[in-house]
Protein backbone atom coordinates (compact mmCIF):
# COMPACT_ATOMS: atom_id res chain seq x y z
CA UNK A 1 0.00 0.00 0.00
CA UNK A 2 2.84 2.39 0.92
CA UNK A 3 4.76 1.57 -2.10
CA UNK A 4 1.73 2.42 -4.27
CA UNK A 5 0.79 5.59 -2.53
CA UNK A 6 4.79 6.27 -3.51
CA UNK A 7 4.42 5.27 -7.02
CA UNK A 8 1.76 7.51 -7.49
CA UNK A 9 2.98 10.13 -6.46
CA UNK A 10 6.24 10.06 -8.19
CA UNK A 11 4.06 9.87 -10.93
CA UNK A 12 2.41 13.12 -10.46
CA UNK A 13 4.44 15.68 -9.16
CA UNK A 14 2.40 18.32 -9.71
CA UNK A 15 0.44 16.93 -6.66
CA UNK A 16 4.10 16.64 -4.83
CA UNK A 17 5.99 19.93 -5.13
CA UNK A 18 5.89 22.86 -7.20
CA UNK A 19 7.53 24.83 -9.90
CA UNK A 20 9.28 27.31 -8.11
CA UNK A 21 12.57 26.80 -9.95
CA UNK A 22 10.74 27.37 -13.40
CA UNK A 23 8.35 25.69 -15.76
CA UNK A 24 8.01 25.11 -19.17
CA UNK A 25 7.55 23.50 -22.14
CA UNK A 26 5.47 19.85 -22.22
CA UNK A 27 3.76 18.79 -19.10
CA UNK A 28 1.78 16.16 -17.46
CA UNK A 29 -0.82 16.63 -14.98
CA UNK A 30 -3.57 14.61 -12.85
CA UNK A 31 -6.81 16.99 -13.87
CA UNK A 32 -10.15 16.19 -12.84
CA UNK A 33 -10.86 14.40 -15.77
CA UNK A 34 -7.62 12.60 -15.53
CA UNK A 35 -4.16 12.91 -16.59
CA UNK A 36 -3.59 15.77 -19.04
CA UNK A 37 -0.90 16.36 -21.26
CA UNK A 38 -0.11 19.63 -22.72
CA UNK A 39 2.54 20.67 -25.73
CA UNK A 40 3.67 23.94 -23.87
CA UNK A 41 2.97 25.84 -20.45
CA UNK A 42 3.28 29.11 -21.85
CA UNK A 43 0.43 28.46 -24.64
CA UNK A 44 -1.82 25.87 -22.55
CA UNK A 45 -1.81 27.65 -19.04
CA UNK A 46 -0.55 26.52 -16.02
CA UNK A 47 -3.13 23.85 -15.45
CA UNK A 48 -1.35 22.30 -12.38
CA UNK A 49 -2.80 25.09 -10.29
CA UNK A 50 -6.31 25.65 -12.12
CA UNK A 51 -7.72 24.23 -15.04
CA UNK A 52 -8.76 27.60 -16.20
CA UNK A 53 -7.35 31.06 -16.18
CA UNK A 54 -8.67 33.91 -13.81
CA UNK A 55 -8.92 37.25 -14.62
CA UNK A 56 -8.54 38.57 -11.32
CA UNK A 57 -4.47 38.11 -12.26
CA UNK A 58 -3.25 41.35 -13.88
CA UNK A 59 -0.44 39.92 -16.44
CA UNK A 60 1.21 43.12 -18.03
CA UNK A 61 3.89 43.68 -19.79
CA UNK A 62 5.31 47.54 -20.23
CA UNK A 63 7.55 48.57 -22.91
CA UNK A 64 6.25 47.00 -25.83
CA UNK A 65 6.90 48.18 -29.49
CA UNK A 66 4.07 49.12 -31.49
CA UNK A 67 6.13 47.05 -34.21
CA UNK A 68 9.34 45.21 -33.94
CA UNK A 69 12.72 45.94 -36.18
CA UNK A 70 15.72 43.83 -37.16
CA UNK A 71 18.57 43.84 -35.19
CA UNK A 72 16.77 45.57 -31.81
CA UNK A 73 16.87 43.94 -28.16
CA UNK A 74 14.05 45.07 -26.49
CA UNK A 75 13.44 45.43 -22.95
CA UNK A 76 10.47 44.31 -21.15
CA UNK A 77 8.86 44.57 -17.75
CA UNK A 78 6.99 42.10 -16.64
CA UNK A 79 4.93 42.10 -13.60
CA UNK A 80 2.07 40.10 -12.02
CA UNK A 81 -0.87 42.03 -9.99
CA UNK A 82 -3.55 40.67 -8.35
CA UNK A 83 -4.00 36.73 -6.77
CA UNK A 84 -3.53 35.64 -3.30
CA UNK A 85 -1.53 37.01 -0.87
CA UNK A 86 1.91 35.36 -0.38
CA UNK A 87 2.40 34.16 2.66
CA UNK A 88 5.38 31.99 2.18
CA UNK A 89 9.01 32.40 0.50
CA UNK A 90 7.70 31.59 -3.20
CA UNK A 91 5.43 34.19 -4.87
CA UNK A 92 4.78 33.81 -8.33
CA UNK A 93 6.30 32.54 -11.72
CA UNK A 94 6.11 32.88 -15.12
CA UNK A 95 6.67 30.94 -18.33
CA UNK A 96 6.71 32.91 -21.66
CA UNK A 97 7.25 31.34 -25.49
CA UNK A 98 8.04 33.81 -28.39
CA UNK A 99 7.82 32.24 -31.74
CA UNK A 100 11.18 33.99 -33.73
CA UNK A 101 14.09 36.05 -31.81
CA UNK A 102 15.29 34.79 -28.61
CA UNK A 103 14.85 35.95 -25.00
CA UNK A 104 17.42 36.20 -21.86
CA UNK A 105 16.79 37.78 -18.61
CA UNK A 106 18.85 38.16 -15.56
CA UNK A 107 15.97 37.37 -13.13
CA UNK A 108 14.61 34.24 -15.73
CA UNK A 109 16.36 30.99 -17.72
CA UNK A 110 15.79 29.74 -20.33
CA UNK A 111 14.07 26.27 -20.44
CA UNK A 112 15.38 22.73 -21.08
CA UNK A 113 13.63 20.83 -23.58
CA UNK A 114 15.71 16.98 -24.17
CA UNK A 115 18.65 18.49 -22.24
CA UNK A 116 19.01 21.33 -24.80
CA UNK A 117 18.63 25.34 -23.87
CA UNK A 118 15.81 26.69 -25.84
CA UNK A 119 16.05 30.25 -26.06
CA UNK A 120 12.93 31.01 -27.60
CA UNK A 121 11.04 30.17 -23.99
CA UNK A 122 11.89 31.93 -20.31
CA UNK A 123 10.67 31.43 -17.01
CA UNK A 124 11.41 32.19 -13.52
CA UNK A 125 14.29 31.25 -11.01
CA UNK A 126 13.87 30.05 -7.77
CA UNK A 127 15.01 33.51 -7.00
CA UNK A 128 13.46 35.63 -8.66
CA UNK A 129 9.95 33.43 -7.92
CA UNK A 130 10.79 34.93 -4.54
CA UNK A 131 9.91 38.57 -5.44
CA UNK A 132 7.53 40.39 -3.57
CA UNK A 133 6.65 42.20 -6.26
CA UNK A 134 6.34 39.69 -8.73
CA UNK A 135 8.54 41.24 -11.43
CA UNK A 136 10.64 40.46 -14.06
CA UNK A 137 12.94 42.48 -16.41
CA UNK A 138 12.85 40.52 -19.98
CA UNK A 139 14.86 40.98 -23.05
CA UNK A 140 13.72 40.16 -26.45
CA UNK A 141 16.35 40.34 -29.64
CA UNK A 142 14.23 40.16 -32.72
CA UNK A 143 14.75 38.12 -35.64
CA UNK A 144 16.35 38.80 -39.08
CA UNK A 145 14.91 40.96 -41.77
CA UNK A 146 11.60 39.40 -43.74
CA UNK A 147 10.28 37.13 -41.28
CA UNK A 148 7.25 38.83 -40.53
CA UNK A 149 4.50 38.84 -37.93
CA UNK A 150 6.54 37.69 -34.43
CA UNK A 151 3.71 35.69 -31.82
CA UNK A 152 4.04 35.87 -28.11
CA UNK A 153 2.67 33.63 -25.43
CA UNK A 154 2.98 34.57 -21.66
CA UNK A 155 1.53 32.37 -18.74
CA UNK A 156 1.58 34.30 -15.42
CA UNK A 157 0.76 32.58 -11.89
CA UNK A 158 0.29 34.48 -8.81
CA UNK A 159 0.46 31.83 -5.31
CA UNK A 160 0.12 32.13 -2.03
CA UNK A 161 3.47 30.86 -1.16
CA UNK A 162 2.83 27.53 0.50
CA UNK A 163 4.71 25.76 -2.11
CA UNK A 164 2.19 23.67 -3.12
CA UNK A 165 -0.34 23.77 -6.51
CA UNK A 166 -3.30 24.69 -4.99
CA UNK A 167 -7.08 25.65 -5.46
CA UNK A 168 -6.14 29.27 -4.18
CA UNK A 169 -2.98 29.69 -6.37
CA UNK A 170 -4.42 31.83 -9.68
CA UNK A 171 -3.09 32.33 -13.10
CA UNK A 172 -3.69 34.08 -16.76
CA UNK A 173 -2.61 34.35 -19.76
CA UNK A 174 -0.99 37.32 -21.76
CA UNK A 175 -0.55 36.76 -25.61
CA UNK A 176 -0.26 39.16 -28.34
CA UNK A 177 1.93 39.87 -31.94
CA UNK A 178 3.87 42.07 -33.09
CA UNK A 179 4.09 42.90 -37.04
CA UNK A 180 7.75 43.70 -38.18
CA UNK A 181 8.20 47.45 -38.82
CA UNK A 182 10.78 49.95 -39.93
CA UNK A 183 12.24 53.41 -38.41
CA UNK A 184 9.38 54.73 -38.58
CA UNK A 185 7.29 52.65 -36.61
CA UNK A 186 10.33 52.70 -34.26
CA UNK A 187 9.84 56.12 -33.72
CA UNK A 188 6.44 55.75 -32.17
CA UNK A 189 7.67 54.46 -29.05
CA UNK A 190 6.12 51.93 -27.07
CA UNK A 191 2.99 50.92 -25.23
CA UNK A 192 2.01 48.78 -22.07
CA UNK A 193 -0.42 45.72 -22.64
CA UNK A 194 -1.74 43.49 -20.31
CA UNK A 195 -4.55 40.67 -19.88
CA UNK A 196 -7.24 40.56 -16.78
CA UNK A 197 -9.92 42.18 -15.56
CA UNK A 198 -8.09 45.75 -14.67
CA UNK A 199 -9.76 45.57 -11.49
CA UNK A 200 -6.07 46.91 -9.98
CA UNK A 201 -5.42 48.46 -6.18
CA UNK A 202 -2.84 50.59 -5.43
CA UNK A 203 -0.71 49.26 -3.03
CA UNK A 204 -0.66 49.68 1.17
CA UNK A 205 1.87 52.40 2.07
CA UNK A 206 4.91 51.40 3.73
CA UNK A 207 4.79 54.46 6.10
CA UNK A 208 1.72 55.25 8.34
CA UNK A 209 2.57 58.24 10.02
CA UNK A 210 3.91 59.38 13.42
CA UNK A 211 2.18 59.14 16.37
CA UNK A 212 0.95 62.08 17.91
CA UNK A 213 1.83 61.11 21.31
CA UNK A 214 5.90 60.18 20.79
CA UNK A 215 6.54 63.89 18.40
CA UNK A 216 7.09 65.92 22.07
CA UNK A 217 8.75 69.23 21.70
CA UNK A 218 8.40 69.02 17.93
CA UNK A 219 5.08 68.91 17.42
CA UNK A 220 5.14 71.95 20.25
CA UNK A 221 7.22 74.10 17.86
CA UNK A 222 4.97 73.01 15.06
CA UNK A 223 2.02 74.65 17.08
CA UNK A 224 3.62 77.72 18.10
CA UNK A 225 5.02 78.44 14.41
CA UNK A 226 1.31 78.49 13.43
CA UNK A 227 0.40 80.52 16.56
CA UNK A 228 3.04 83.44 15.35
CA UNK A 229 2.02 83.03 11.43
CA UNK A 230 -1.58 83.24 12.75
CA UNK A 231 -0.69 86.71 15.13
CA UNK A 232 1.40 87.84 12.08
CA UNK A 233 -1.45 87.82 10.16
CA UNK A 234 -4.28 89.17 12.65
CA UNK A 235 -1.91 92.30 12.78
CA UNK A 236 -2.21 93.18 9.22
CA UNK A 237 -5.72 92.68 8.81
CA UNK A 238 -6.31 94.84 12.21
CA UNK A 239 -3.58 97.35 10.55
CA UNK A 240 -5.64 97.55 7.25
CA UNK A 241 -8.80 98.24 9.23
CA UNK A 242 -7.57 101.18 10.81
CA UNK A 243 -6.00 102.68 7.77
CA UNK A 244 -9.70 102.13 6.26
CA UNK A 245 -12.03 103.33 8.86
CA UNK A 246 -10.06 104.70 12.17
CA UNK A 247 -9.34 108.34 10.30
CA UNK A 248 -12.51 108.67 8.18
CA UNK A 249 -14.33 110.75 10.32
CA UNK A 250 -11.68 112.95 10.60
CA UNK A 251 -11.93 114.46 6.97
CA UNK A 252 -15.94 114.07 6.88
CA UNK A 253 -16.25 118.04 7.96
CA UNK A 254 -13.81 119.20 5.85
CA UNK A 255 -15.18 117.28 2.53
CA UNK A 256 -18.88 118.82 3.93
CA UNK A 257 -16.94 122.53 3.71
CA UNK A 258 -15.26 122.40 0.24
CA UNK A 259 -19.29 121.03 -1.49
CA UNK A 260 -20.50 124.20 0.86
CA UNK A 261 -18.00 126.63 -0.89
CA UNK A 262 -18.45 124.91 -4.48
CA UNK A 263 -22.03 126.01 -4.29
CA UNK A 264 -21.37 129.74 -2.95
CA UNK A 265 -18.81 129.78 -5.88
CA UNK A 266 -21.88 128.71 -8.53
CA UNK A 267 -23.88 131.29 -6.71
CA UNK A 268 -21.29 133.96 -7.31
CA UNK A 269 -20.84 133.03 -10.58
CA UNK A 270 -24.55 133.42 -11.72
Known sequence: MVLALVGTLLLLPTLASSYHAGIGGPQSHQGSTGQV???DVA???CLCHNEVADNAVQVILDDVP????AGETYTFQLQLIGGPAATGTYTAGFSM???LGTL????AQNWEIDG???EQTLTHTEASAANEDRAWVVQWSAPEEGSGTVNFWIVGNSVNGDQIPGVEDRWNQLNFALNEGDESSAAMGTRTLFAGDGNVSPPEPQHHGVDLHHMGAKLRAHWLGLLGFGAVIGVIIFAGLLLRYGFSTS???RSNQLRLRYKLMRRGDQ
Open 37 to 39: DID
Open 43 to 45: KSG
Open 66 to 69: YAWV
Open 97 to 99: RVA
Open 104 to 107: ASDE
Open 116 to 118: AVD
Open 251 to 253: YQG
